[in-house]
């Protein structure tokens, strides 16, 4: 079992930037691979990032790629999200999910077991 919990989420102005931290509770943090989505209002939910268990593979979204880059540091059984040069298009309530197949990045959320209650990030035009 893991429990998540985000944090980091505000109103900034466009151009501007957030970091949104993930932590876990549990024991198999490190096994897990890591990703945020987000969703926006009367709009499913859409992948943003994944980052394998050692941290060392990286997916994104064409939409955020270049502008957002996922962390996580394994000792502190945390998982982050930098989001910079924002735009209004990046409004949503941002979650973290938890992947017990660490090796692979998948972007459905149907592959992730465990989810976060989400952090709302609004960016003001």
């Known amino acids: 079992q893991v429990q998540l919990v985000e944090s980091g989420g505000g109103l900034v102005q466009a151009g501007g930037s957030l970091r949104l931290s993930c932590a876990a509770s549990g024991r198999t943090f490190s096994s897990y691979a890591m990703g945020w989505f987000r969703q926006a209002p009367g709009k499913e939910r859409e992948f943003v990032a994944v980052i394998s268990w050692s941290g060392g593979s990286t997916r994104y979204a064409d939409s955020v790629k270049g502008r957002f880059t996922i962390s996580r540091d394994n000792t502190k059984n945390t998982v982050y999200l930098q989001m910079n040069s924002l735009k209004p298009e990046d409004t949503a309530v941002y979650y973290c999910?938890?992947?017990?197949?660490?090796?692979?990045?998948?972007?459905?959320?149907?592959?992730?077991?465990?989810w976060g209650q989400g952090t709302q990030v609004t960016v003001s035009s």
């Open positions: 999910a938890a992947n017990p197949n660490g090796g692979t990045l998948h972007s459905s959320p149907r592959s992730y077991d465990y």
